[in-house]
């Protein structure tokens, strides 16, 4: 039986040729020449001012959580439906992740729970772009303006999604996206760090190399470098990065046909969702354009998705759920807490359902996948 994977990792022309290049150049660590042409790639088509290459968006939200300056006991507002690195990167700081609930629509943080949640410890929100879809930033920035507060966008998801003309990840503060194998442009792990705003750059540099000012000592500004800050070793080898300087010149290529397969998909169940088997997201919207990260349904109940994905499964084809909510599991009891109800992430929670979608999915796969769906709801 042939078998549908959910995902998979695909070199995408130059990957191994630029690897051997970097080798040729005699430099293997960090901050090479292809470190810089990704960090110039971000640049130019994010407009974010300073990129920088992180081991992984894990790391990328460790520094901006250093580069909030926060203290114990201040608290960041951020969804529960996420990985667990939003939160653990400022639990780290020994800040308070102080969980709200999510809009039904597209399962983003619901802007509109944000204000009741600020407290006079409040010192950032972190939004989280699921799906590569854009959060109501627009709304969220105002409301960081009135109360003084840092915005991170984990835009872990949403290389080259937009809002409003817009790159994610270049419209909060900081931003923080990953290249784990599982993203749109991958280099098996991987991530970077956008830098927004003038103020952090030149900390950002600091705390990304080991807290020290080895960048000002490399642009020969320092005759000796020396630890000048807290850090840690965030940036990636240069191997990672010409692995990844030669999947960023597809990136929207890989792009288009993820938008191409989550339309067909939509296309292939929507009656479905207008008899209200299954609920899916918004078609797209005027004002933002999402990037085909990932396509979900949500069935009825957690029996039905678990029936789903059995269904699916023995057909070949692997469909997986996605977050346990971070305000039930027990680290974000520990160092959480809710502010707000949760009505929406734990009503969803249990009925989401991911379908396969990867750059190399043939037109085929898709419908095989979509035939499978409707194998199940019909019978
Ligand atoms: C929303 C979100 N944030 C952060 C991460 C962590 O990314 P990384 O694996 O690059 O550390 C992920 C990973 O899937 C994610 O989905």
């Not at 540099?205 to 080895?214: A, F, L, V």
Request: proline share 3%; charged share 25%; with cysteine.
């Amino acid at each position: 039986m042939k078998t549908i994977p959910f995902n998979q990792p695909v070199a995408l022309g130059d990957e191994l040729a630029n690897i051997a290049d970097a080798l040729a150049r005699g430099q293997l660590a960090g901050d090479g020449h292809f470190t810089k042409l990704c960090h110039r790639w971000m640049e130019a088509r994010l407009g974010t001012k300073h990129a920088l290459l992180t081991h992984s968006c894990t790391g990328a939200l460790e520094m901006a959580a250093i580069l909030c300056d926060l203290k114990p006991g201040d608290e960041v507002i951020l969804p529960s439906y996420t990985f667990v690195s939003t939160a653990n990167a400022f639990a780290l700081r020994g800040a308070v992740p102080v969980f709200v609930d999510i809009r039904a629509d597209n399962l983003n943080i619901d802007e509109k729970l944000i204000a009741a949640a600020i407290t006079p410890r409040t010192r950032v929100i972190a939004v989280v772009h699921y799906a590569g879809v854009a959060c109501e930033m627009d709304e969220i920035m105002a409301l960081a303006a009135e109360h003084n507060l840092l915005v991170v966008e984990d835009a872990a998801q949403a290389l080259l999604a937009s809002y409003k003309g817009r790159m994610l990840g270049a419209v909060g503060h900081m931003g923080c996206i990953s290249f784990h194998e599982t993203k749109n442009v991958i280099s098996g792990e991987g991530g970077a760090l956008l830098i927004n705003d003038d103020r952090f750059a030149e900390r950002a540099e600091i705390i990304r190399e080991k807290g020290t000012n080895r960048g000002r000592f490399l642009r020969g500004e320092v005759d000796k470098y020396t630890w000048v800050d807290l850090g840690s070793s965030f940036l990636p080898s240069e191997l990672v990065a010409a692995f990844l300087e030669a999947q960023l010149k597809h990136a929207d290529a890989v792009m288009e046909r993820r938008r191409a397969i989550w339309q067909r998909y939509y296309e292939g169940v929507r009656d479905y969702a207008k008899s209200g088997t299954i609920q899916l997201p918004p078609a797209g919207y005027d004002d933002r354009l999402a990037n085909g990260h990932l396509f979900y349904l949500l069935a009825d109940s957690l029996k039905t998705r678990l029936a789903l994905a059995a269904h699916l499964k023995a057909r070949g084809i692997n469909s997986v759920s996605h977050y346990v909510p971070l305000h039930a599991s027990p680290a974000g009891m520990k160092f959480g807490r809710a502010g707000s109800d949760m009505k929406v992430t734990d009503d969803i929670n249990d009925r989401l359902l991911r379908l396969p979608i990867y750059y190399g999915m043939t037109d085929a796969d898709v419908d095989a996948v979509i035939a499978a769906v409707r194998a199940f709801f019909k019978g």
